[in-house]
Protein backbone atom coordinates (compact mmCIF):
# COMPACT_ATOMS: atom_id res chain seq x y z
CA UNK A 1 0.00 0.00 0.00
CA UNK A 2 2.87 2.27 1.02
CA UNK A 3 4.75 1.27 -1.87
CA UNK A 4 2.23 2.15 -4.29
CA UNK A 5 1.40 5.43 -2.56
CA UNK A 6 4.84 6.85 -2.90
CA UNK A 7 4.93 5.07 -6.68
CA UNK A 8 1.92 7.70 -7.40
CA UNK A 9 3.99 10.62 -5.56
CA UNK A 10 6.44 9.98 -8.19
CA UNK A 11 4.12 9.52 -11.19
CA UNK A 12 2.49 12.60 -10.42
CA UNK A 13 5.74 14.94 -9.91
CA UNK A 14 7.06 13.40 -13.40
CA UNK A 15 4.17 14.86 -14.76
CA UNK A 16 3.75 17.60 -12.75
CA UNK A 17 7.15 19.05 -12.19
CA UNK A 18 8.32 18.91 -16.49
CA UNK A 19 5.31 20.88 -16.99
CA UNK A 20 6.06 23.45 -14.18
CA UNK A 21 9.47 23.69 -15.31
CA UNK A 22 8.18 23.84 -19.34
CA UNK A 23 6.26 26.61 -17.95
CA UNK A 24 9.03 28.21 -16.00
CA UNK A 25 11.37 27.97 -19.30
CA UNK A 26 9.12 30.38 -21.16
CA UNK A 27 10.20 32.91 -17.99
CA UNK A 28 13.67 32.00 -17.95
CA UNK A 29 13.78 31.89 -22.01
CA UNK A 30 12.46 35.77 -21.96
CA UNK A 31 14.30 36.94 -19.02
CA UNK A 32 17.47 35.85 -20.03
CA UNK A 33 16.94 36.49 -23.95
CA UNK A 34 16.43 39.91 -22.74
CA UNK A 35 19.09 40.03 -20.66
CA UNK A 36 21.60 38.60 -23.30
CA UNK A 37 20.50 41.62 -25.72
CA UNK A 38 20.66 44.45 -22.95
CA UNK A 39 16.79 44.60 -22.42
CA UNK A 40 15.07 44.24 -19.11
CA UNK A 41 12.20 41.25 -20.42
CA UNK A 42 8.84 40.87 -18.74
CA UNK A 43 9.43 42.59 -15.08
CA UNK A 44 6.24 43.84 -14.30
CA UNK A 45 3.84 41.44 -13.48
CA UNK A 46 4.53 40.40 -9.94
CA UNK A 47 8.08 40.15 -8.36
CA UNK A 48 10.68 40.40 -10.94
CA UNK A 49 7.79 39.46 -13.69
CA UNK A 50 7.14 35.98 -12.43
CA UNK A 51 3.27 36.20 -12.64
CA UNK A 52 4.13 36.93 -16.50
CA UNK A 53 3.84 32.95 -17.08
CA UNK A 54 0.27 33.27 -15.02
CA UNK A 55 -1.20 35.90 -17.57
CA UNK A 56 0.60 33.36 -20.51
CA UNK A 57 -1.41 30.87 -19.57
CA UNK A 58 -4.98 32.54 -19.01
CA UNK A 59 -4.35 34.36 -22.40
CA UNK A 60 -3.42 31.21 -24.27
CA UNK A 61 -6.41 29.40 -22.32
CA UNK A 62 -8.74 31.93 -23.13
CA UNK A 63 -8.25 31.99 -26.53
CA UNK A 64 -10.49 31.06 -29.30
CA UNK A 65 -9.80 27.88 -30.59
CA UNK A 66 -10.19 28.05 -34.12
CA UNK A 67 -10.43 25.53 -36.77
CA UNK A 68 -9.85 26.49 -40.41
CA UNK A 69 -12.74 24.83 -42.64
CA UNK A 70 -10.14 24.01 -44.99
CA UNK A 71 -8.10 21.88 -42.39
CA UNK A 72 -8.02 17.91 -41.98
CA UNK A 73 -10.03 17.76 -38.61
CA UNK A 74 -9.50 14.77 -37.13
CA UNK A 75 -5.43 14.98 -37.61
CA UNK A 76 -5.65 18.51 -37.14
CA UNK A 77 -6.84 17.47 -33.03
CA UNK A 78 -4.72 14.73 -32.95
CA UNK A 79 -1.40 16.70 -33.76
CA UNK A 80 -0.92 18.67 -30.93
CA UNK A 81 -1.84 15.98 -28.89
CA UNK A 82 1.40 14.48 -30.40
CA UNK A 83 3.34 16.92 -29.81
CA UNK A 84 3.01 16.75 -26.05
CA UNK A 85 2.02 12.98 -25.20
CA UNK A 86 5.29 11.71 -26.19
CA UNK A 87 7.35 13.78 -24.64
CA UNK A 88 5.53 13.78 -21.60
CA UNK A 89 6.16 9.70 -21.96
CA UNK A 90 9.48 10.21 -22.25
CA UNK A 91 9.92 11.79 -19.01
CA UNK A 92 9.10 8.25 -17.51
CA UNK A 93 12.21 6.53 -18.17
CA UNK A 94 14.23 9.80 -16.70
CA UNK A 95 16.77 8.59 -13.32
CA UNK A 96 16.01 11.87 -11.38
CA UNK A 97 17.50 10.21 -8.11
CA UNK A 98 17.94 6.72 -6.54
CA UNK A 99 14.79 5.10 -6.88
CA UNK A 100 12.65 7.84 -8.22
CA UNK A 101 11.94 7.05 -11.43
CA UNK A 102 8.54 6.00 -13.23
CA UNK A 103 9.38 3.53 -15.19
CA UNK A 104 12.36 1.07 -14.70
CA UNK A 105 12.83 0.13 -18.15
CA UNK A 106 16.26 -2.15 -19.19
CA UNK A 107 15.14 -0.35 -22.27
CA UNK A 108 15.18 3.23 -21.21
CA UNK A 109 17.21 5.23 -23.83
CA UNK A 110 15.88 3.12 -26.77
CA UNK A 111 12.25 4.19 -25.51
CA UNK A 112 13.56 7.82 -25.87
CA UNK A 113 14.67 7.48 -29.31
CA UNK A 114 11.46 5.56 -29.95
CA UNK A 115 9.24 8.53 -28.77
CA UNK A 116 11.26 11.43 -30.25
CA UNK A 117 10.78 9.78 -33.35
CA UNK A 118 6.67 9.75 -32.94
CA UNK A 119 7.44 13.50 -31.77
CA UNK A 120 7.98 14.33 -35.45
CA UNK A 121 4.97 13.53 -36.57
CA UNK A 122 2.85 15.87 -34.25
CA UNK A 123 4.54 18.34 -36.80
CA UNK A 124 4.39 16.29 -40.15
CA UNK A 125 0.60 15.51 -39.44
CA UNK A 126 -0.04 19.31 -38.29
CA UNK A 127 1.64 20.62 -41.75
CA UNK A 128 -0.23 18.42 -43.76
CA UNK A 129 -2.96 18.87 -42.04
CA UNK A 130 -3.24 22.36 -42.07
CA UNK A 131 -3.92 22.10 -46.06
CA UNK A 132 -1.39 25.32 -46.26
CA UNK A 133 1.40 26.44 -47.94
CA UNK A 134 3.79 27.21 -45.28
CA UNK A 135 2.20 24.50 -43.07
CA UNK A 136 3.59 21.66 -44.92
CA UNK A 137 6.86 23.20 -46.07
CA UNK A 138 6.96 23.30 -42.35
CA UNK A 139 5.86 19.82 -42.06
CA UNK A 140 8.44 18.38 -44.72
CA UNK A 141 11.30 20.45 -43.25
CA UNK A 142 10.26 18.93 -39.65
CA UNK A 143 10.32 15.33 -41.57
CA UNK A 144 13.56 15.57 -43.05
CA UNK A 145 15.10 17.60 -40.48
CA UNK A 146 14.20 14.14 -38.04
CA UNK A 147 15.00 11.78 -40.73
CA UNK A 148 18.55 12.67 -40.85
CA UNK A 149 19.34 14.01 -37.26
CA UNK A 150 17.43 11.03 -35.52
CA UNK A 151 20.64 8.52 -37.47
CA UNK A 152 23.60 10.09 -35.27
CA UNK A 153 21.17 10.83 -32.41
CA UNK A 154 20.73 7.32 -31.69
CA UNK A 155 24.59 6.71 -32.91
CA UNK A 156 26.40 9.39 -30.83
CA UNK A 157 24.51 7.44 -27.75
CA UNK A 158 26.22 4.09 -28.78
CA UNK A 159 29.36 5.43 -27.42
CA UNK A 160 27.70 6.07 -23.58
CA UNK A 161 25.63 2.32 -24.15
CA UNK A 162 28.87 0.51 -24.84
CA UNK A 163 31.09 2.06 -21.69
CA UNK A 164 27.74 1.17 -19.44
CA UNK A 165 26.81 -1.99 -21.17
CA UNK A 166 23.30 -1.33 -20.22
CA UNK A 167 20.14 1.01 -22.21
CA UNK A 168 19.14 1.58 -18.51
CA UNK A 169 19.24 5.22 -17.73
CA UNK A 170 19.66 4.79 -14.22
CA UNK A 171 22.73 2.15 -14.79
CA UNK A 172 24.25 5.01 -17.43
CA UNK A 173 24.18 7.26 -13.81
CA UNK A 174 25.46 4.64 -11.81
CA UNK A 175 28.56 4.25 -13.98
CA UNK A 176 29.48 7.61 -14.02
CA UNK A 177 30.07 7.23 -10.33
CA UNK A 178 33.75 8.09 -10.76
CA UNK A 179 33.80 9.89 -13.87
CA UNK A 180 31.15 11.60 -16.03
CA UNK A 181 31.06 10.30 -19.54
CA UNK A 182 31.35 13.78 -20.93
CA UNK A 183 35.04 13.06 -20.34
CA UNK A 184 35.35 9.94 -22.73
CA UNK A 185 32.56 10.14 -24.95
CA UNK A 186 32.97 14.26 -25.76
CA UNK A 187 32.68 13.84 -28.97
CA UNK A 188 29.52 12.19 -28.51
CA UNK A 189 28.31 15.01 -26.33
CA UNK A 190 29.01 17.57 -28.75
CA UNK A 191 27.34 15.01 -31.49
CA UNK A 192 24.36 14.68 -29.14
CA UNK A 193 23.73 18.29 -27.97
CA UNK A 194 23.52 19.56 -31.73
CA UNK A 195 21.27 16.42 -32.61
CA UNK A 196 19.22 17.70 -29.73
CA UNK A 197 19.21 21.28 -30.79
CA UNK A 198 17.59 20.11 -33.98
CA UNK A 199 15.54 17.54 -32.49
CA UNK A 200 13.60 20.11 -30.04
CA UNK A 201 13.96 22.82 -33.31
CA UNK A 202 14.92 25.36 -31.53
CA UNK A 203 16.98 28.09 -33.49
CA UNK A 204 19.46 27.80 -34.81
CA UNK A 205 17.50 24.43 -36.02
CA UNK A 206 13.91 26.16 -36.27
CA UNK A 207 13.24 25.73 -39.86
CA UNK A 208 10.11 24.25 -39.40
CA UNK A 209 9.42 27.64 -37.75
CA UNK A 210 11.18 29.71 -39.41
CA UNK A 211 9.02 32.75 -38.84
CA UNK A 212 11.40 34.68 -41.21
CA UNK A 213 10.28 32.50 -44.20
CA UNK A 214 7.77 30.19 -43.53
CA UNK A 215 5.32 32.84 -40.84
CA UNK A 216 5.15 30.49 -38.39
CA UNK A 217 6.16 26.64 -40.37
CA UNK A 218 3.91 23.87 -39.28
CA UNK A 219 1.98 25.57 -37.00
CA UNK A 220 0.71 28.67 -38.89
CA UNK A 221 -2.92 27.46 -39.14
CA UNK A 222 -2.86 26.71 -35.13
CA UNK A 223 -4.36 29.32 -32.52
CA UNK A 224 -5.85 29.33 -28.60
CA UNK A 225 -4.43 25.84 -26.63
CA UNK A 226 -4.05 23.81 -29.52
CA UNK A 227 -0.98 26.39 -30.36
CA UNK A 228 -0.16 26.44 -26.65
CA UNK A 229 0.37 22.39 -26.55
CA UNK A 230 2.58 23.02 -29.65
CA UNK A 231 4.20 25.77 -27.33
CA UNK A 232 4.49 23.34 -24.39
CA UNK A 233 5.86 20.35 -26.41
CA UNK A 234 8.62 22.62 -27.65
CA UNK A 235 9.74 23.56 -23.99
CA UNK A 236 9.11 20.02 -22.16
CA UNK A 237 11.33 18.89 -25.52
CA UNK A 238 14.16 21.29 -24.09
CA UNK A 239 13.68 20.08 -20.75
CA UNK A 240 13.62 16.38 -21.67
CA UNK A 241 16.73 17.05 -23.87
CA UNK A 242 18.81 18.90 -20.86
CA UNK A 243 18.01 16.54 -18.77
CA UNK A 244 18.70 13.67 -20.66
CA UNK A 245 22.22 15.12 -21.48
CA UNK A 246 23.04 15.54 -17.54
CA UNK A 247 21.94 11.93 -17.17
CA UNK A 248 23.77 10.74 -19.84
CA UNK A 249 26.76 12.95 -19.65
CA UNK A 250 27.06 14.78 -16.85
CA UNK A 251 26.74 11.73 -13.73
CA UNK A 252 23.05 12.68 -13.64
CA UNK A 253 22.33 13.00 -9.59
CA UNK A 254 25.88 12.67 -8.81
CA UNK A 255 27.50 15.73 -6.89
CA UNK A 256 28.67 16.46 -3.41
CA UNK A 257 26.89 18.16 -0.01
CA UNK A 258 23.61 18.48 -2.00
CA UNK A 259 20.77 15.87 -2.30
CA UNK A 260 20.69 14.46 -5.46
CA UNK A 261 17.31 15.54 -6.83
CA UNK A 262 18.78 19.38 -6.35
CA UNK A 263 21.85 18.42 -8.32
CA UNK A 264 19.80 17.12 -11.07
CA UNK A 265 17.30 19.63 -11.25
CA UNK A 266 20.81 22.32 -11.07
CA UNK A 267 22.66 20.63 -14.00
CA UNK A 268 19.01 20.53 -15.96
CA UNK A 269 18.85 23.94 -15.61
CA UNK A 270 22.40 24.89 -16.33
CA UNK A 271 21.50 23.16 -20.20
CA UNK A 272 18.20 24.62 -20.55
CA UNK A 273 20.31 28.41 -19.84
CA UNK A 274 22.71 26.95 -22.78
CA UNK A 275 19.80 26.41 -24.94
CA UNK A 276 18.63 29.71 -24.64
CA UNK A 277 22.05 31.04 -25.02
CA UNK A 278 23.08 29.53 -28.60
CA UNK A 279 19.16 31.10 -29.31
CA UNK A 280 19.92 34.24 -28.42
CA UNK A 281 23.40 34.10 -30.27
CA UNK A 282 23.60 32.07 -33.60
CA UNK A 283 21.62 32.68 -36.62
CA UNK A 284 19.58 29.88 -38.51
CA UNK A 285 21.00 28.20 -41.49
CA UNK A 286 20.26 27.32 -44.84
CA UNK A 287 18.04 24.15 -45.39
CA UNK A 288 20.84 22.51 -47.53
CA UNK A 289 23.75 23.95 -45.19
CA UNK A 290 21.47 22.33 -42.74
CA UNK A 291 21.38 18.68 -44.20
CA UNK A 292 25.05 19.27 -45.32
CA UNK A 293 25.99 19.91 -41.65
CA UNK A 294 23.96 16.77 -40.86
CA UNK A 295 25.33 14.36 -43.33
CA UNK A 296 28.75 15.35 -43.66
CA UNK A 297 29.94 16.66 -40.42
CA UNK A 298 27.82 15.01 -37.59
CA UNK A 299 27.45 11.41 -39.29
CA UNK A 300 31.10 10.55 -39.67
CA UNK A 301 31.83 12.59 -36.08
CA UNK A 302 29.52 10.03 -34.26
CA UNK A 303 30.97 6.93 -36.44
CA UNK A 304 34.37 8.09 -35.35
CA UNK A 305 33.23 8.50 -31.95
CA UNK A 306 31.38 4.73 -31.99
CA UNK A 307 34.90 3.20 -33.71
CA UNK A 308 36.94 4.52 -31.45
CA UNK A 309 35.04 3.54 -27.92
CA UNK A 310 34.14 0.26 -29.14
CA UNK A 311 37.90 -0.41 -29.37
CA UNK A 312 39.04 0.84 -26.51
CA UNK A 313 36.46 -1.24 -25.00
CA UNK A 314 37.14 -4.16 -26.91
CA UNK A 315 40.75 -3.47 -25.90
CA UNK A 316 40.39 -3.02 -22.47
CA UNK A 317 38.23 -5.92 -22.01
CA UNK A 318 39.20 -8.20 -24.21
CA UNK B 1 33.71 26.58 -35.77
CA UNK B 2 35.83 28.93 -34.05
CA UNK B 3 33.54 31.77 -34.89
CA UNK B 4 30.69 30.35 -33.53
CA UNK B 5 32.12 29.75 -30.18
CA UNK B 6 33.41 32.83 -30.21
CA UNK B 7 29.81 34.34 -31.02
CA UNK B 8 28.15 32.28 -28.27
CA UNK B 9 30.82 33.56 -26.10
CA UNK B 10 30.45 37.54 -26.99
CA UNK B 11 26.36 36.87 -26.16
CA UNK B 12 26.97 35.33 -23.05
CA UNK B 13 29.22 38.33 -21.96
CA UNK B 14 26.59 40.60 -22.60
CA UNK B 15 25.11 39.57 -19.59
CA UNK B 16 27.15 42.07 -17.39
CA UNK B 17 26.91 44.62 -19.99
CA UNK B 18 24.41 48.12 -18.69
CA UNK B 19 20.43 47.17 -20.07
CA UNK B 20 19.44 49.94 -22.72
CA UNK B 21 15.86 50.11 -21.65
CA UNK B 22 14.57 52.98 -19.85
CA UNK B 23 12.48 51.89 -17.15
CA UNK B 24 9.72 54.33 -17.92
CA UNK B 25 7.17 55.16 -15.27
CA UNK B 26 9.59 54.93 -12.35
CA UNK B 27 12.82 56.63 -14.49
CA UNK B 28 12.22 59.33 -16.75
CA UNK B 29 14.15 59.59 -20.26
CA UNK B 30 15.23 63.47 -20.64
CA UNK B 31 13.34 65.34 -22.54
CA UNK B 32 14.97 68.29 -24.36
CA UNK B 33 13.67 72.13 -24.14
CA UNK B 34 12.81 72.07 -27.80
CA UNK B 35 10.74 68.48 -27.67
CA UNK B 36 7.46 69.41 -29.67
CA UNK B 37 4.83 68.06 -27.14
CA UNK B 38 1.79 69.52 -25.44
CA UNK B 39 0.60 72.73 -27.28
CA UNK B 40 -0.13 75.69 -24.64
CA UNK B 41 -0.92 79.24 -24.89
CA UNK B 42 1.24 81.96 -22.65
CA UNK B 43 0.90 85.13 -21.63
CA UNK B 44 2.81 88.13 -21.31
CA UNK B 45 5.39 89.32 -18.84
CA UNK B 46 2.43 91.67 -17.79
CA UNK B 47 0.29 88.68 -17.29
CA UNK B 48 -1.88 89.43 -20.16
CA UNK B 49 -2.73 86.81 -23.20
CA UNK B 50 -0.44 87.32 -26.08
CA UNK B 51 -3.03 85.53 -28.53
CA UNK B 52 -4.15 88.22 -30.75
CA UNK B 53 -6.64 85.67 -32.65
CA UNK B 54 -4.75 86.13 -36.32
CA UNK B 55 -5.67 82.82 -37.20
CA UNK B 56 -2.34 82.18 -38.29
CA UNK B 57 -1.75 79.08 -36.69
CA UNK B 58 -4.98 77.36 -37.51
CA UNK B 59 -4.60 78.28 -41.18
CA UNK B 60 -0.99 76.75 -41.37
CA UNK B 61 -1.83 73.15 -39.18
CA UNK B 62 -1.90 70.75 -41.90
CA UNK B 63 -4.90 68.85 -39.92
CA UNK B 64 -6.81 71.39 -38.97
CA UNK B 65 -7.03 70.69 -35.61
CA UNK B 66 -6.73 74.14 -34.33
CA UNK B 67 -10.33 76.28 -34.10
CA UNK B 68 -10.21 79.80 -33.34
CA UNK B 69 -13.43 82.80 -32.66
CA UNK B 70 -11.74 86.37 -32.21
CA UNK B 71 -13.14 89.18 -30.25
CA UNK B 72 -12.31 92.44 -29.30
CA UNK B 73 -11.73 93.96 -26.02
CA UNK B 74 -12.52 97.17 -25.07
CA UNK B 75 -9.14 98.03 -24.86
CA UNK B 76 -8.79 98.03 -28.58
CA UNK B 77 -7.24 94.67 -27.91
CA UNK B 78 -7.84 91.58 -30.03
CA UNK B 79 -7.89 87.95 -28.14
CA UNK B 80 -9.49 84.66 -28.62
CA UNK B 81 -12.65 84.12 -27.36
CA UNK B 82 -12.36 80.32 -27.75
CA UNK B 83 -9.30 78.54 -28.75
CA UNK B 84 -9.78 74.60 -28.87
CA UNK B 85 -7.35 72.28 -29.76
CA UNK B 86 -8.20 68.87 -31.27
CA UNK B 87 -5.62 67.03 -29.67
CA UNK B 88 -6.56 63.92 -31.41
CA UNK B 89 -5.45 65.06 -34.76
CA UNK B 90 -2.63 67.31 -33.80
CA UNK B 91 0.66 65.76 -35.23
CA UNK B 92 3.18 68.35 -33.06
CA UNK B 93 4.78 69.41 -36.05
CA UNK B 94 4.90 72.99 -34.70
CA UNK B 95 3.90 74.63 -37.63
CA UNK B 96 1.44 77.08 -35.32
CA UNK B 97 4.31 77.87 -33.23
CA UNK B 98 6.33 79.00 -36.50
CA UNK B 99 3.44 80.98 -37.79
CA UNK B 100 3.19 82.66 -34.34
CA UNK B 101 3.41 86.24 -34.52
CA UNK B 102 3.26 87.04 -30.94
CA UNK B 103 5.29 84.19 -29.85
CA UNK B 104 1.81 82.79 -28.13
CA UNK B 105 1.43 79.32 -28.96
CA UNK B 106 3.91 77.15 -27.90
CA UNK B 107 5.01 73.31 -27.78
CA UNK B 108 6.13 71.60 -24.61
CA UNK B 109 8.21 68.81 -23.61
CA UNK B 110 5.76 67.11 -22.36
CA UNK B 111 4.28 64.11 -24.02
CA UNK B 112 1.94 62.28 -21.64
CA UNK B 113 -1.07 62.44 -22.78
CA UNK B 114 -2.38 59.65 -22.83
CA UNK B 115 -6.69 59.48 -22.54
CA UNK B 116 -9.15 56.63 -22.68
CA UNK B 117 -12.38 58.52 -24.41
CA UNK B 118 -10.62 60.61 -27.88
CA UNK B 119 -13.20 64.03 -26.81
CA UNK B 120 -11.17 64.28 -23.83
CA UNK B 121 -8.38 65.15 -26.09
CA UNK B 122 -9.86 67.98 -27.40
CA UNK B 123 -8.21 70.96 -25.60
CA UNK B 124 -10.54 74.00 -24.35
CA UNK B 125 -8.59 77.74 -24.20
CA UNK B 126 -8.87 77.13 -20.68
CA UNK B 127 -7.07 74.08 -20.60
CA UNK B 128 -4.53 75.67 -22.71
CA UNK B 129 -3.76 78.88 -21.12
CA UNK B 130 -0.63 79.05 -18.70
CA UNK B 131 0.28 81.46 -16.59
CA UNK B 132 3.58 82.77 -17.94
CA UNK B 133 5.58 83.66 -20.46
CA UNK B 134 6.90 80.17 -21.49
CA UNK B 135 10.13 79.81 -23.60
CA UNK B 136 10.20 83.78 -24.48
CA UNK B 137 10.07 85.80 -21.16
CA UNK B 138 10.70 89.15 -21.94
CA UNK B 139 8.69 89.15 -25.11
CA UNK B 140 5.69 91.58 -25.15
CA UNK B 141 3.80 91.72 -28.56
CA UNK B 142 1.87 95.32 -28.08
CA UNK B 143 5.25 97.00 -26.36
CA UNK B 144 7.02 96.51 -29.86
CA UNK B 145 4.25 96.60 -32.33
CA UNK B 146 2.91 99.33 -34.14
CA UNK B 147 -0.91 98.86 -33.30
CA UNK B 148 -2.94 101.01 -31.53
CA UNK B 149 -4.54 100.00 -28.11
CA UNK B 150 -5.71 102.05 -25.68
CA UNK B 151 -2.76 103.25 -23.52
CA UNK B 152 -0.51 102.91 -26.14
CA UNK B 153 -1.15 104.90 -29.36
CA UNK B 154 0.68 104.62 -32.71
CA UNK B 155 4.22 105.55 -32.79
CA UNK B 156 4.81 104.83 -28.88
CA UNK B 157 6.37 101.22 -28.84
CA UNK B 158 9.56 101.16 -27.71
CA UNK B 159 11.97 102.04 -30.75
CA UNK B 160 9.20 103.53 -33.04
CA UNK B 161 9.33 107.11 -34.25
CA UNK B 162 5.75 108.57 -34.35
CA UNK B 163 4.12 108.46 -37.83
CA UNK B 164 4.97 110.36 -40.58
CA UNK B 165 2.63 112.38 -41.89
CA UNK B 166 2.62 111.14 -45.74
CA UNK B 167 0.60 114.13 -47.03
CA UNK B 168 2.60 116.55 -45.61
CA UNK B 169 5.95 118.82 -47.25
CA UNK B 170 8.47 119.19 -44.98
CA UNK B 171 10.78 116.71 -44.73
Known amino acids: MREAFVMILIILGMLVVPMLIAAADIYFERRLLALWQDRYGPNRAGPFGLLQVVADMIKIITKEDWIPP ?27 APGIIVANLN ?10 SLGAYSMVLAGWSSNDKYSLLGGIRAAAQTLSYEV ?58 ADSELVAGYHTEYSGM ?86 IALAAWG | MFSILRSIWLIFTHAVRR ?40 AVCPTDCIAIQEAVAENGRHYPASFRINFARCIYCGFCEEACPTLAIQLTPDAEMGEYRRHNL ?43 DVRGLMP
Open chain 1, 70 to 96: FADKPLFILAPALAVGPVLLSFAVIAV
Open chain 1, 226 to 311: KFGMFFLGEYLGITLISALIVTLFFGGWYGPFLPPVVWFLLKTLVFIFLFILIRASLPRPRYDQLMALGWKVLLPLSLINLVITGG
Open chain 2, 19 to 58: RETVQYPEQRPYMPPRFRGRIVLTRDPDGEERCVACYLCS
Open chain 1, 152 to 209: FMGLSLTGVVLLTGSFNLGDIVEAQRNMWFVVPQILGFIVFFIAGLAETHRTPFDLTE
Open chain 1, 107 to 116: IGLLFFLGMS
Open chain 2, 122 to 164: VYEKEDLLISGPGKHPDYNFYHVAGVGIRGKDKGQAENESPPV
